[in-house]
């Protein structure tokens, strides 16, 4: 994943704003780390809202949530890429249909894959087999999440969703650290306390790193009968909603425990493409709204 950077005498050319961060080294910073740095916000530049998506516990579709909210946005009409910033349990790949998927580039940049239009990057992607273990600390993981912000050739977007592994960890603190400005997080929960309470932590999170919270989602919500439709409560309901009040931040909505989204997953296609009519993808299509509604908020006059 090794790229060559560019030349210290080149500018970074997608702005003019005299404000801008990468017209000139920071105090003590090295010519090297100055090159690096403009290359890194040269790409971020051209990406209007970046939406990091995050959950205290592992197995609550947290990814599932991802892939949705970038094909709902896809959907429409925006310029969307997925990042799969989840080094050790990347799933991005088998939700799309990717497992066998391998990046091209060149000497100075990456090209991501692409579905219907969605740019996506996984580091699943770079490895040999599905079977691999990638066994890295801290420092790694922030080198493989900056060469995916920095090299990948992600163009001009309107949205960059960031699928982050659970926790508080490496992963999304890299993210946080590296992307600058972030829109805000989507956190993913199920209904039951023990997952619920976790929630806390990844909102606490994002207060000390001072990202906004765009609110909590609820999955798992009731078991969707796959013939009637009707859904039914088979786990304490409505965690996700007192956190979400108590913590005073949105609830973007409740997602049911629907057979046919485990098997859009598996399939490798979004279940918004796949299911668009059903009522599920209804529920999925209210929570993004408000997210979709960051770019329309954008265009109106002031």
């Given at each position: 994943?090794?790229?060559?950077?560019?030349?210290?005498?080149s500018s970074c050319g997608t702005c003019d704003r005299p404000d801008c961060s990468a017209k000139a080294p920071r105090p003590g910073e090295g010519e090297a780390e100055f090159v690096e740095r403009r290359e890194l916000e040269a790409r971020l530049c051209r990406i209007r809202h970046r939406i990091v998506v995050l959950?205290?516990?592992g197995g609550v579709g947290k990814s599932t949530v991802a892939v949705n909210l970038a094909a709902g946005l896809l959907q429409e009409g925006h310029t969307v890429g997925l990042l799969d910033v989840d080094l050790h349990g990347p799933s991005i790949p088998t939700m799309l249909g990717l497992e066998r998927q391998r990046l091209g580039g060149n000497d100075?940049?990456?090209?991501?894959?692409?579905?219907?239009?969605?740019k996506v990057v996984?580091?699943?992607f770079f490895l040999s087999s599905p079977d691999d273990a990638v066994i890295w600390r801290g420092p790694l993981k922030m080198g493989a999440i900056k060469q995916f912000l920095k090299?990948?050739?992600?163009g001009d977007l309107d949205f960059l969703v960031i699928d982050s592994p659970p926790g508080t960890?490496?992963?999304?603190l890299s993210v946080c650290q590296l992307i600058g400005r972030l829109d805000g997080a989507v956190i993913v929960t199920t209904p039951q306390r023990v997952a619920a309470v976790d929630v806390r932590k990844s909102i606490t999170f994002c207060r000390h790193l001072q990202v906004p919270v765009l609110g909590v989602v609820e999955n798992m919500s009731g078991f969707a009968c796959p013939k009637c439709g009707e859904v039914t409560q088979i786990f304490r309901?409505?965690?996700?909603?007192?956190?979400?009040?108590?913590?005073?931040?949105?609830?973007?909505?409740?997602?049911?425990?629907?057979?046919?989204?485990?098997d859009s997953g598996d399939g490798g296609e979004p279940f918004l493409r796949r299911h668009a009519d059903?009522?599920?993808?209804?529920?999925?299509?209210?929570?993004?709204?408000?997210?979709?509604?960051?770019a329309a908020a954008e265009q109106r006059p002031a």
């Open positions: 994943m090794t790229r060559t950077p560019s030349s210290p005498s959950s205290g516990k100075r940049e990456i090209h991501p894959a692409d579905v219907g239009g969605l996984s580091i699943g090299d990948v050739a992600w960890g490496d992963e999304p309901t409505g965690g996700g909603r007192r956190i979400a009040e108590d913590m005073g931040i949105a609830f973007l909505g409740s997602i049911p425990l629907d057979p046919a989204l485990a059903s009522p599920t993808a209804e529920r999925l299509r209210r929570l993004i709204r408000p997210i979709a509604a960051l």
